[in-house]
């Protein structure tokens, strides 16, 4: 069963399933998730908890080691499995063998990076979707970010308008935990009750933080306001120029290929797999490829050759400059 982070607890008051598989690379909500879930094993007598930490290779044998072993005083365990590395084929074949069987005292809750629609399809993942909850975990931006600070106001009695929100929303932008932070500052500044706009301003810092990723999002998506807001942002961490460049040639090429096969009548599904696009960059994609023209396209790709030549010294400019004008010629176009 398939299950979003905010059902957990619904989901957890029912009952619990055998086994966890958390998976994502947003460290609140994973952290968040696997505390709902032991604390929910604790209260129901699962009071012995085992910890592995498996690297590619290593601490395989060790946790199927536990599997096979049962606890000297018949106490219910949870089994806390940390990946840091997608299954290899030993990790694969552990997992299935544990999941077929699982041993009747535990619990396994298992975190590992973001898995996707490919991996999720392997056998292993197939079982743990069927007898017990996967969930995945997102970077949350737009109305979803904007639904979690409510959510999370409203735990500690905190009521904010919309515009208060998106005001909040802004500054903590990438960085969930910051903003569980901030959130708690203005309950102990303000206490319960209604938090003006004002107050946020005066009492929150901007704590955004972004990766080349997200402005590369936010350009193919067209949100032109997100995108010179990560491009300041990126600067103002003191991003090398020609990383966030990479990012942005990189995606541009590949939508330039996207629309290339489209307008060879290749299917769409089949053009995003054949290019790798997978997830939330598929949906991108095919919006952008859609949106833009494939001269605009090739027209932003000869610009960042452009850029590239401007943050080597070898033409007089300001990258930066370029590369919102890259950005601008997708997000926006004339």
């Known amino acids: 069963m398939r299950l979003k982070p905010e059902q957990l607890t619904g989901a957890l008051e029912r009952g619990l399933a055998p086994a966890y598989v958390l998976s994502g690379d947003e460290p609140l909500q994973l952290g968040e998730a696997a505390d ?7 209260q129901r007598g699962y009071g012995l908890r085992e910890l592995f930490h498996v690297e590619r290779g290593l601490g395989w044998a060790a ?76 970077p949350l931006e737009g109305r979803e970010l ?24 802004a500054r903590v932008e990438g960085n969930l935990l910051a903003a569980a932070q901030e959130i708690e500052k203005l309950a102990i500044l303000y206490g319960a009750g209604r938090i003006e706009d004002e107050q946020i301003v005066s009492a929150v810092c901007d704590c955004a933080r972004y990766d080349v990723f997200d402005v590369a999002e936010a350009m193919l998506d067209g949100h032109t306001g997100r995108t010179l807001r990560v491009l300041r942002g990126l600067e103002g961490e003191g991003v090398a120029p020609l990383v966030v460049l990479w990012a942005l040639t990189r995606e541009l090429r590949s939508l330039a290929a996207v629309q290339q096969e489209i307008a060879r009548g290749r299917q769409v599904d089949g053009v995003m797999a054949r290019q790798r696009i997978f997830d939330k960059r598929r949906d991108a994609f095919a919006r952008a490829a859609r949106r833009l023209s494939r001269d605009g396209v090739l027209n932003a790709i000869r610009l960042c050759a452009r850029v590239d030549r401007i943050a080597k010294g070898l033409e007089p400019g300001d990258p930066w400059l370029g590369l919102s004008d890259v950005c601008l010629r997708i997000a926006a176009p004339r």
């Open 146 to 169: 904007i639904g979690w600070l409510d959510r999370r106001m409203n735990r500690l009695g905190l009521l904010a308008d919309q515009s208060g929100l998106r005001l909040l929303a």
């Open 63 to 138: 946790f199927l080691e536990a599997c096979d072993s049962a606890p000297l005083f018949g106490d219910l365990r949870v089994l806390d499995l940390r990946v840091n590395a997608k299954p290899d084929k030993e990790g694969a074949a552990a997992l299935l063998r544990y999941l077929e069987k699982p041993p009747p005292d535990a619990i396994l809750v298992l975190t590992l990076p973001r898995l996707t629609r490919e991996d999720l399809n392997a056998a292993w993942a197939r079982v743990a979707d069927s007898s017990g909850v996967v969930i995945q975990v997102w």
């Open 36 to 42: 709902a879930i032991r604390a929910a094993a604790r």
